[in-house]
């Protein structure tokens, strides 16, 4: 599917939602940046997870403007439509501007169809402070899809919220990709199939909520060409739905996680306790890679504290990430044993797990380009290293009318299995965050942040950058 089909998608739902459903709220944001850099590098925690927004070579402007269409929560109507575009200018050495989000989705009932470029985070864990999910995080810039899924839990019971549900089910255009083996070293478009499902036990009066669920996605797409005999599109789309071997491999690059959680609501404070468990290539099925995977802890403040002027504590997370496993360093197809998964890389598509060149899940699996170019890498890998042990901590709070966000990231690297580091490097990397409101309604922030890396993962990165934001309804 083209670009202008996309489009065309997008217009008409858009313009079938102003027909039926004038029910939700205009809002606008605008976010202006500018960032010096102590070298050609932007540090990690200021370009990971930002949706694919910053821009990676040091000293930068940046701005960001957006008008989004929102579902009104207190409109009864069956069908509600929304619809976002989020434009982005980034000026470094060249200019580069880009949409984060250009989509259009409407509503009916819990069930929502959307088109478009609009940012995906998958997984049982936090949004705001995380390292990232393992399999989708903030870290990409978003590509165009279509998608049907329920914003939010389902219950299965009508009138009780005790057991619910929610799934998604989408495919995208990623464009044309080279090729490492096969035929032929490019094809002109290949494509991202993603869906999800998770139960919800426990209700929003219980004190107890447990959630369990898994995501799959899989990068695929001319198999015909690539190789002799190959799979045509309709048939090789049907193997990557159901995962279904073909040539004693998988089609596509599948990636994904099996989750669980678990919320604990108190008087002041709420718990999240979550896991996410790594499966690629069937590692996990005979539990040989059960080690490797995202853990955390969330501990959130219920209320907001009415003295202004005392310093709170909203959110405080820790994250521990294993990926060193992966199966063990054996993989043998015949005898079932399926180690060396090798995460974020592929055999077939030398991208791997990335879109325009930004890894596609835990943004700690980092793309070769931006590591030590010292470090033992392969031209036809993506990364050359994911087999890491990585401990975050991610702080939020407030104090009169300023906020701030702290990140800090503790990491072990030992390269890949085809590509071992001589020696273990370690890395760390920080960010801080000030926010100051402005204005009695403080829809006006000015931004003051500071980001670092540490060790012999990067180079040594400094940047401090200035900002003022905006955002606030338009009706």
Same mark, same amino acid.
């Given at each position: 599917?083209?670009?202008?089909?996309?489009?065309?998608?997008?217009?008409?739902?858009?313009?079938?939602?102003? @027909?039926?459903?004038?029910?939700?709220?205009?809002?606008?944001?605008?976010?202006?940046?500018?960032?010096?850099?102590?070298?050609?590098?932007?540090?990690?925690?200021?370009?990971?997870?930002?949706?694919?927004?910053?821009?990676?070579?040091?000293?930068?402007?940046?701005?960001?403007?957006?008008?989004?269409?929102?579902?009104?929560?207190?409109?009864?109507?069956?069908?509600?439509?929304?619809?976002?575009?989020?434009?982005?200018?980034?000026?470094?050495?060249?200019?580069?501007?880009?949409?984060?989000? @250009?989509?259009?989705?409407?509503?009916?009932?819990?069930?929502?169809?959307?088109?478009?470029?609009?940012?995906?985070?998958?997984?049982?864990?936090?949004?705001?402070?995380?390292?990232?999910?393992?399999?989708?995080?903030?870290?990409?810039?978003?590509?165009?899809?279509?998608?049907?899924?329920?914003?939010?839990?389902?219950?299965?019971?009508?009138?009780?919220?005790?057991?619910?549900?929610?799934?998604?089910?989408?495919?995208?255009?990623?464009?044309?990709?080279?090729?490492?083996?096969?035929?032929?070293?490019?094809?002109?478009?290949?494509?991202?199939?993603?869906?999800?499902?998770?139960?919800?036990?426990?209700?929003?009066?219980?004190?107890?909520?447990?959630?369990?669920?898994?995501?799959?996605?899989?990068?695929?797409?001319?198999?015909?060409?690539?190789?002799?005999?190959?799979?045509?599109?309709?048939?090789?789309?049907?193997?990557?739905?159901?995962?279904?071997?073909?040539?004693?491999?998988?089609?596509?690059?599948?990636?994904?996680?099996?989750? @669980?959680?678990?919320?604990?609501?108190?008087?002041?404070?709420?718990?999240?306790?979550?896991?996410?468990?790594?499966?690629?290539?069937?590692?996990?099925?005979?539990?040989?890679?059960?080690?490797?995977?995202?853990?955390?802890?969330?501990?959130?403040?219920?209320?907001?504290?009415?003295?202004?002027?005392?310093?709170?504590?909203?959110?405080?997370? @820790?994250?521990?990430?294993?990926?060193?496993?992966?199966?063990?360093?054996?993989?043998?197809?015949?005898?079932?044993?399926?180690?060396?998964?090798?995460?974020?890389?592929?055999?077939?598509?030398?991208?791997?797990?990335?879109?325009?060149?930004?890894?596609?899940?835990?943004?700690?699996?980092?793309?070769?380009?931006?590591?030590?170019?010292?470090?033992?890498?392969?031209?036809?890998?993506?990364?050359?290293?994911?087999?890491?042990?990585?401990?975050?901590?991610?702080?939020?709070?407030?104090?009169?009318?300023?906020?701030?966000?702290?990140?800090?990231?503790?990491?072990?690297?030992?390269?890949?299995?085809?590509?071992?580091?001589?020696?273990?490097?370690?890395?760390?990397?920080?960010?801080?965050?000030?926010?100051?409101?402005?204005?009695?309604?403080?829809?006006?922030?000015?931004?003051?942040?500071?980001?670092?890396?540490?060790?012999?993962?990067?180079?040594?990165?400094?940047?401090?950058?200035?900002?003022?934001?905006?955002?606030?309804?338009?009706?």
């Amino acid at each position: 599917m083209s670009n202008r089909i996309v489009l065309i998608f997008l217009f008409s739902f858009l313009l079938h939602g102003l @027909l039926i459903a004038q029910d939700s709220t205009f809002i606008y944001s605008i976010d202006l940046r500018g960032s010096i850099s102590s070298n050609n590098q932007t540090p990690f925690w200021l370009r990971a997870n930002s949706n694919g927004s910053t821009p990676d070579e040091g000293s930068f402007l940046s701005g960001s403007w957006g008008i989004h269409k929102i579902y009104h929560p207190h409109n009864p109507r069956f069908v509600k439509w929304a619809a976002g575009i989020n434009l982005v200018t980034n000026l470094t050495r060249k200019t580069d501007v880009f949409f984060t989000d @250009l989509y259009g989705a409407v509503l009916v009932g819990p069930v929502e169809l959307s088109v478009g470029n609009r940012p995906t985070i998958m997984g049982l864990g936090d949004s705001t402070l995380s390292m990232g999910s393992v399999a989708m995080s903030q870290n990409f810039r978003p590509y165009p899809k279509i998608e049907l899924s329920t914003p939010h839990y389902i219950n299965l019971i009508p009138g009780h919220d005790f057991l619910s549900f929610k799934f998604n089910y989408s495919d995208g255009l990623l464009g044309g990709a080279a090729v490492a083996y096969g035929r032929v070293d490019y094809v002109p478009n290949i494509y991202m199939h993603q869906k999800s499902l998770y139960i919800k036990l426990g209700g929003r009066n219980n004190t107890l909520n447990l959630y369990g669920g898994f995501n799959h996605q899989a990068i695929w797409g001319g198999e015909n060409k690539i190789f002799t005999g190959g799979l045509d599109p309709w048939l090789a789309y049907k193997y990557v739905v159901i995962g279904k071997p073909w040539a004693y491999s998988r089609v596509g690059n599948h990636f994904g996680s099996i989750d @669980l959680g678990m919320i604990v609501k108190g008087k002041k404070w709420n718990f999240f306790m979550y896991r996410q468990s790594i499966y690629e290539d069937g590692s996990l099925a005979n539990l040989s890679n059960i080690a490797d995977g995202l853990n955390g802890l969330r501990i959130s403040r219920k209320h907001q504290n009415s003295n202004k002027n005392t310093f709170e504590v909203k959110s405080l997370l @820790l994250e521990f990430l294993y990926t060193k496993n992966q199966g063990g360093s054996v993989f043998d197809f015949d005898k079932g044993i399926f180690g060396r998964d090798n995460y974020f890389n592929h055999y077939v598509y030398p991208q791997g797990w990335s879109y325009r060149g930004r890894g596609l899940g835990t943004p700690m699996i980092d793309s070769k380009r931006y590591l030590d170019s010292n470090l033992a890498s392969s031209n036809s890998d993506f990364t050359n290293n994911n087999r890491i042990a990585a401990v975050h901590l991610g702080l939020a709070g407030s104090l009169r009318r300023i906020d701030f966000t702290l990140k800090s990231t503790f990491s072990q690297n030992e390269g890949t299995f085809g590509t071992t580091f001589e020696e273990k490097i370690y890395q760390t990397s920080l960010f801080l965050k000030v926010d100051h409101k402005l204005g009695a309604k403080a829809k006006s922030k000015l931004t003051f942040s500071f980001a670092g890396d540490f060790g012999k993962l990067y180079s040594q990165n400094r940047a401090f950058t200035i900002g003022f934001t905006r955002s606030g309804f338009m009706n």
